[in-house]
């Protein structure tokens, strides 16, 4: 069991910038990737960005390269979104997830455990 809890969600402006967090407890945190999905009203769940187990493989949505960063940090057992340049159309639900022994895949089917999601909603 893996239990998953973001943090960071809030209202900005657009062009601001927000930090999401993902803390991680239960199994150990360095066997799988993680990965961040969006989900916004009447829309599905999409692909934000993932970092594979080793940190070594790091993909992003073409909807938010160059403005988002991931990360994770190992000790902390924290993966991080780190959101310049915000536009209104970022304003979604963003969820953590994790993939077993995976490196990234931005299929949301291919995640085994979810956290609860925060809102991040962007103002023009």
């Known amino acids: 069991q893996v239990q998953l809890v973001e943090s960071g969600g809030g209202l900005v402006q657009a062009g601001g910038f927000l930090r999401l967090s993902c803390a991680a407890s239960g199994r150990t945190f360095s066997t799988y990737a993680m990965g961040w999905f969006r989900q916004a009203p009447g829309k599905e769940r999409e692909f934000v960005a993932a970092?594979?187990?080793?940190?070594?493989?790091?993909t992003y949505a073409d909807s938010v390269k160059g403005r988002f960063t991931i990360s994770r940090d190992k000790v902390k057992n924290t993966v991080y979104l780190q959101m310049n340049s915000l536009k209104p159309e970022d304003t979604a639900v963003y969820y953590c997830?994790?993939?077993?022994?995976?490196?990234?895949?931005?299929?949301?089917?291919?995640?085994?455990?979810w956290g609860q999601g925060t809102q991040v909603t962007v103002s023009s």
């Open positions: 997830a994790t993939e077993t022994y995976g490196l990234g895949s931005p299929r949301p089917r291919d995640y085994d455990y």
């Open positions: 970092i594979s187990w080793g940190g070594g493989s790091i």
